[in-house]
């Protein structure tokens, strides 16, 4: 039959062309002569009037349905009535037995947003906003549950989003204090390429502001560093109203924050450590340039790129996010911050020094050098230990070693390796206890100049001769580290050249002495040289002979 329209038009034709009678065109289209005289009289077919379905059983308890909604406009929102809670107290107070719980509930969607709007209690008309290019930005945090280490833990995401592109960063922290939510702002100024000239859009955090001053607008107080930091960059706050009421003044954020926890972070993602996960999560960044946010015609990528250009640029300098505290140095050359210890090099202890508390890491600084620096520990009463920070004390106290904590740390996290495992055995056996120890710890302060992967080498290539010496093990790392930069730095050798590079090895000296057939492929000579002798020296027995203790010779006198 086609559509309404399409019959209508065939009516009419067929009645403009062959002047067939009302009656033929009913017969012929299979219509009612209503239908045609309808179609004669306008080409656009009338709506289709939709039934109005009556509620016989509904109509008693309407009233009593109303008087509930009207008392929800002045109850707390999470103890309002649901559809399903109305109808329980339907069948209780009026005996509503034979109600449908879908009947009930079709009416309260209706009779509730009505009475919400007689109320003034909600306004269900939404302004369309237009957002200049570079000129706004929305941040929160918001709650994910991740799985650290095989451990089910409670983590924040801080997410920063421009309101015209939709270009959004993500970073997880162990907490949202006010260092996470700097160092957030910092990593995303940072992606961006500039900072929003206009303002950016904010919750009553209380990383920003110190107090709401109620009655007054939007005026807050807010804290010293928070000022400091927008000083810094160069940009302006906007705080949302307290509560439910400002919810819809950063809507980009807060569906941004689901999304993105939706379908990027369900299930719970498994990481080694949350700078791994975020670097995942970079990733996922770029592949969300691709996407489109509901029907905008380009990409966030693209709006990206036509709004890159219109931020304000950075600072020259880049703001410190970390908390700064000076602890002093204890005993066990290590600081406490926020309830938790970290070790710090042995010539500080009793000294008070500056460290800086960050979202993901402490920072100690000598001076305006760095002197440590670790991952920080998200736990309470924990600690977090380096055996390179003990290394003076413990060549002076060898036999402090093999019980100490940082040992124990340093085999947890993988940088006591098997290769170091070896040497020590080895050269405990050949130098004893004390003195092996002391060459263990003149490897591993190699490491202070040398990557691990060369020491590493080297002490593979000091153990393939017997050799259990911390200089041996240096050579052969040097010399491993020229072979794997093509020469050394600054080596004027061509690439193609490289492969004619021979390397003479350390060779024990047991080898060398009995020209064992791996000598002689190790690359040595026969040593032909005549065995040393002092026949040379016997003429000083004579003269010593000639003038005995007590005498002085000729050529003495003066």
Request: with cysteine; hydrophobic share 40%.
């Amino acid at each position: 039959m086609g559509s309404r329209v399409e019959l209508f038009a065939r009516i009419r034709r067929d009645a403009r062309v062959e002047g067939v009678s009302i009656r033929e065109l009913a017969r012929r289209h299979q219509v009612a002569r209503k239908t045609v005289r309808t179609a004669l009289n306008s080409p656009v077919p009338p709506e289709r009037k939709i039934p109005r379905r009556s509620s016989p059983r509904l109509e008693p308890f309407k009233a009593a349905i109303d008087a509930m909604l009207i008392e929800d406009t002045t109850a707390p929102r999470k103890q309002r009535h649901t559809a399903r809670r109305i109808l329980a107290r339907l069948i209780e107070e009026h005996g509503a037995q034979q109600l449908s719980y879908s009947t009930v509930r079709d009416y309260v969607r209706i009779r509730r947003a009505r009475i919400d709007v007689e109320a003034g209690r909600r306004v269900e008309v939404f302004i369309p906003q237009e957002h200049a290019p570079g000129a706004e930005a929305e941040v929160d945090f918001g709650e994910v549950w991740v799985v650290l280490n095989g451990v089910k833990t409670k983590c924040h995401m801080f997410v920063f989003r421009l309101s015209h592109s939709g270009k959004a960063i993500h970073r997880i922290y162990p907490t949202q204090a006010q260092e996470a939510f700097l160092e957030g702002h910092i990593e995303a100024f940072n992606e961006v390429g500039g900072v929003p000239v206009r303002h950016i859009r904010y919750d009553n955090l209380t990383s920003a502001v110190t107090a709401v001053v109620f009655g007054q607008g939007r005026q807050r107080v807010e804290n010293d560093r928070w000022v400091l930091f927008k000083s810094h960059y160069g940009f302006d706050a906007f705080y949302c109203q307290p509560g439910i009421a400002g919810a819809h003044e950063k809507g980009g954020v807060e569906g941004e924050v689901g999304w993105f926890r939706r379908n990027r972070l369900s299930p719970m993602p498994v990481a080694g450590s949350l700078d791994e996960l975020n670097d995942r999560i970079r990733a996922w960044e770029e592949q969300d340039n691709s996407r489109r946010i509901g029907d905008r015609i380009r990409t966030i990528g693209r709006d990206f790129a036509a709004e890159q250009p219109f931020l304000a640029p950075l600072p020259a300098e880049e703001f410190d996010p970390g908390l700064v505290l000076n602890p002093r140095v204890d005993r066990s050359s290590m600081v406490t911050v926020r309830m938790v210890k970290y070790s710090v090099p042995a010539r500080f202890i009793g000294r008070r020094v500056r460290v800086s508390l960050r979202a993901s890491e402490v920072v100690v600084f000598d001076g305006c050098g760095v002197a440590a620096r670790h991952q920080r520990v998200a736990a309470r009463s924990g600690c977090s230990v380096l055996l390179d920070h003990y290394l003076e004390v413990l060549k002076t106290k060898p036999g402090a070693l093999p019980g100490s904590t940082a040992l124990a740390r340093a085999r947890a996290s993988g940088a006591f390796t098997s290769a170091h495992e070896a040497f020590w055995a080895a050269s405990r056996r050949v130098n004893g206890d004390a003195e092996g120890t002391q060459e263990l710890i003149d490897v591993l302060l190699l490491h202070r100049s040398m990557d691990a992967s060369d020491i590493q080498a080297g002490i593979t290539a000091a153990l393939g001769v017997g050799a259990v010496s911390a200089d041996v093990v240096a050579v052969e790392a040097r010399r491993h580290a020229t072979i794997s930069s093509g020469g050394g730095p600054g080596s004027d050798r061509h690439p193609d050249a490289q492969g004619e590079l021979k390397v003479q090895r350390v060779v024990s000296l047991t080898q060398r002495r009995l020209m064992d057939p791996a000598a002689v492929i190790a690359g040595l000579p026969a040593d032909t040289r005549p065995l040393p002798s002092v026949s040379a020296y016997d003429e000083l027995l004579a003269k010593r002979t000639q003038h005995p203790a007590g005498t002085a010779s000729k050529e003495n006198i003066s």
